[in-house]
């Protein structure tokens, strides 16, 4: 379905498919994002980004340049949409720092 979804979005927009594991959404709460995306799309530092589910909810997190992720408040998202594993979100760049 999250491909299905994908295909459905702009093209002017890059977006990818993340598959969640349980590191993602109950241990550890770090989500690590594809490199190629990350050094192509997103800021060179580490920098705040929002993240807009289809709600048009916003929610701030902390992309971690080097290490290509999310950390601070990844967990608070994770939480707040009741993520598990083996759920896909499709991850579409909307503006340099908002998905």
């Not at 192509?40 to 807009?52: G, N, S």
């Not at 290509?68 to 598990?84: M, Y």
Request: charged residues 25%; hydrophobic residues 35%.
């Amino acid at each position: 379905m999250a491909e299905e979804l994908q295909a459905k979005l702009d093209p002017r927009h890059p977006s990818f498919v993340k598959p969640m594991t349980q590191s993602h959404v109950t241990g550890g709460f770090w989500l690590g994002l594809p490199k190629q995306f990350c050094t192509k799309y997103l800021p060179k530092r580490d920098e705040w980004i929002t993240l807009v589910d289809e709600k048009g909810t916003e929610s701030d997190s902390y992309y971690l340049a080097r290490k290509w992720g999310l950390s601070a408040q990844w967990k608070a998202f994770a939480i707040n949409h009741k993520l598990v594993d083996g759920d896909c979100l499709v991850f579409e760049r909307i503006h340099q720092t908002r998905f």
